[in-house]
């Protein structure tokens, strides 16, 4: 089943048209600041997925919370012309904290809202009372003017990759997640500035690498920062071997090798494992609390897979022999102890 409601940003809006099943809601409080918010207290069982639009306009900030008496629960948030199906502006269980996100508005439409169980939950049945906050700021304001340290314009002539010690940027075919890794690039990496500009809702920059060969191709601007040439460092990849990364021996066929961690709000922690290409890697990480996320980076620093969360197990069958990194991430507010199991097959 899927409900659909309608929440227009600057006024309060009584929907009509709802299934017989559910009660008609007035969607919508204005506030003393001037903000619009609505509150929605609903309920899904199963997979059943409720689903509500709003418009809004560029400028605008809008901020999506959810909260639930079932954990499982989280939210995606989808750009105008965009759903369920396509990729998400927002993922609840990866914005930090979980399930609160923000931004201002680079697009003007109807945004769409899908609240849902997480899939182990959703089979066996599980039942989760949520209650959804949506708030839409009144002013359209001006956005992407001026300099790139306030927007999109003019510019620097060169960026630094800015990201967690160890970590990688990648470097894609073309300015959406979905297109190909083209290489990863080290933290202060130098970047030349070709142009940055907006796409779905996120700033992305095309860029030359300051290596020998170049390569061109595009990253998020998100983790990008203006830099000076002169100091530029030039290595295109992360060693697979850093001091600060943990060697894991995992023997193929063997019971697995489990490890301990404790990560504070931003940091990361990166594991080094020998395995081969056709071998299959499986991944557990169990954290005391909410969900957090890791990434499997290839012996060739491209990324296997991004994003993943702790709530699912990971198990792929490897395309390339030699060191692999598993990085595990702490996007929360708050130090979280977890542990990890590796194992190769």
């Known amino acids: 089943m899927i409900w659909s409601r309608t929440l227009l940003a600057a ?41 509500f639009r709003f418009n809004a306009e560029v400028g605008q ?6 909260t639930s008496d ?17 990729e998400a502006l927002a993922v609840g269980e990866f914005t930090s904290p ?9 697009q003007t439409g109807e945004y769409t809202v899908t609240v849902y169980l997480y899939r182990a939950a959703a089979r066996q049945g599980e039942t989760s009372n ?12 001006e956005v992407l003017a001026g300099d790139f340290a306030d927007s999109l314009g003019g510019g620097p002539d060169v960026f630094a990759v800015s990201v967690s010690p160890g ?16 290489a990863g690039l080290p933290n202060g990496q130098g970047l030349r500035n070709l142009g940055c500009r907006m796409v779905d809702g996120g700033r992305w920059c095309n860029v030359l690498t300051l290596t020998d060969p170049e390569i061109e191709g595009w ?7 203006e830099a000076d040439a002169s100091s530029m460092p030039l290595p295109m990849s992360a060693p697979a071997g850093a001091p600060e990364d943990t060697r894991v021996d995992v023997a193929a066929g063997s019971p697995g090798a489990e490890l301990l961690g404790l990560l504070a709000p931003g940091d990361s922690r990166r594991y080094v494992l020998q395995a081969y290409s ?16 890791y990434r499997v980076i290839n012996p060739d620093s491209t990324v296997l897979q991004d994003r993943l969360s702790s709530i699912r197990d990971y198990a792929a069958e490897l395309t390339q022999s030699g060191d692999h990194i598993v990085e595990i991430m702490n996007r929360t507010d708050a130090d979280v102890t977890y542990s990890v199991v590796f194992a190769v097959e």
């Open 11 to 51: 006024v309060v809006l009584a929907v009509a048209g709802l299934p017989a099943t559910a009660q008609d809601l007035t969607l919508g409080a204005r506030v003393p600041d001037g903000a619009d918010i609505t509150t929605i207290s609903e309920a899904v069982t199963g997979d059943e997925t409720a689903e």
């Open 61 to 66: 900030t809008v901020r999506v919370t959810l």
């Open 70 to 86: 079932n954990p499982s629960t989280y939210f995606n948030l989808y750009a105008p012309g965009r759903g369920p199906g396509d």
């Open 98 to 106: 979980p399930n609160d996100w923000s931004r201002t508005l680079t």
């Open 130 to 141: 949520f209650t959804l906050n949506i708030s839409v700021d009144n002013a359209a304001n």
């Open 167 to 182: 970590g990688s940027l990648n470097l894609r075919a073309s300015p959406t997640s979905s297109s190909a890794v083209l």
């Open 219 to 225: 990253v998020s601007g998100d983790y990008v920062v």
């Open 278 to 293: 056709g071998q299959t890697l499986n991944i557990r990480v169990v954290p005391e609390g909410p969900p957090i996320t």
